[in-house]
């Protein structure tokens, strides 16, 4: 089993910046990939970044790419997403989720953290 905890949204003026952080406990040797997504109001759950826990290697959706960061810390077990040049149109739920096998889908998710970017 793996826990995953989520904390740092908050309200931010556009164009200001927030950092995430997704706190992992228990089994995290089996972690392989760890990405954040986002769900806003009315809208599906879509994915936003994601790190491969062993190597580092990052990969963003075209919409965050250039203004967010998703970097880890593997000593805290703990990884960030460094969201800068915000945007009304980022205000949703932000979730993290780790990937425990070498395919299929995300298998552990935090309870999400609100973000919310006034114009």
């Known amino acids: 089993q793996v826990q995953l905890v989520e904390s740092g949204g908050g309200l931010v003026q556009a164009g200001g910046s927030l950092r995430l952080s997704c706190a992992a406990s228990?089994?995290?040797?089996?972690?392989?990939?760890l990405g954040w997504f986002r769900q806003a109001p009315g809208k599906e759950r879509e994915f936003a970044a994601v790190?491969?826990?062993?190597?580092?290697?990052?990969n963003y959706a075209d919409s965050v790419k250039g203004r967010f960061t998703i970097s880890r810390d593997s000593a805290k077990n703990t990884v960030y997403l460094q969201m800068d040049s915000l945007k009304p149109e980022d205000t949703a739920i932000y979730y993290c989720?780790?990937?425990?096998?070498?395919?299929?889908?995300?298998?552990?998710w935090g309870q999400g953290t609100q973000v919310t970017v006034s114009s």
């Open positions: 228990g089994r995290t040797f089996r972690i392989n990939l």
């Open positions: 989720a780790a990937r425990t096998n070498v395919v299929g889908g995300y298998d552990y």
């Open positions: 790190i491969r826990w062993s190597s580092g290697s990052t």
